[in-house]
């Protein structure tokens, strides 16, 4: 996928309806500070599309973003960030929680991990959960400039061993030197059409 046209939709508190809704759905989940505002922009190829931020749990709504007015982007709040209040913490997993619940239009979540740590006890709830709803997902291994190609197996290791995946299975992707960006948006072109072939299959049926 060439990425011709990226568009901030909207914020929301609670998933509802929304201008773009009815689109194929791709969602990003991930602890706080894993880099899914930075990839968002990375693929948009803009660098002030999604709000960045040094400070942990930045994201606090859910966002929506459009790519060639045709895929919507979810960009779901970062979860496991100590120092914020234990209402906040609830808050945002409820928002999730609904999210999941609500949607119609979900193709695909690509659950971000740092790759230079290990899942943490929140990643490894999310993959869990992600699997025993039988969501769809591919794990992407962020900031993969700071390991060297070489060491990189070595990284991934122990997040294959924690979320269940082969190593062929994680895409690595980096937000500063680009590595992994055509490959992450040809996953979601790919997802995308599925889902819409799966509709019109059962439509026909």
């Known amino acids: 996928m060439i990425v011709k046209r990226a568009d901030f939709i909207t914020s929301m508190k609670e998933y509802g309806e929304y201008a773009t809704k009815g689109c194929p759905e791709v969602a990003f989940a991930g602890k706080s500070n894993v880099g899914k505002s930075s990839m968002i922009n990375k693929l948009a190829n803009r660098n002030k599309l ?58 695909h979540v690509f659950h971000l991990v740092d790759i230079r740590h290990e899942p943490s006890a929140e990643d490894r709830e999310m993959n869990l959960f992600l699997r025993q709803a039988g969501i769809p997902f591919t794990v992407v291994a962020t900031k993969a400039d700071k390991i060297s190609r070489g060491a990189r197996l070595k990284y991934i290791a122990p997040i294959c061993r924690a979320l269940a995946v082969q190593p062929w299975e994680i895409l690595p992707f980096s937000s500063e030197d680009g590595t992994g960006r055509q490959e992450l948006l040809d996953r979601i072109e790919k997802v995308c059409c599925e889902h819409e072939d799966d509709e019109t299959e059962g439509a026909d049926e």
Do not use: H
């Open 50 to 107: 999604a709000r960045t931020s040094a400070t942990p749990g930045k994201t606090r709504l859910i966002n929506v973003y459009q790519f060639n007015q045709e895929i919507n982007i979810i960009d779901l709040p970062g979860y496991g960030f100590a120092k914020v209040s234990k209402a906040e913490k609830l808050s945002w997993g409820k928002m999730m929680q609904d999210y999941f619940a609500l949607t119609e239009d979900l193709c």
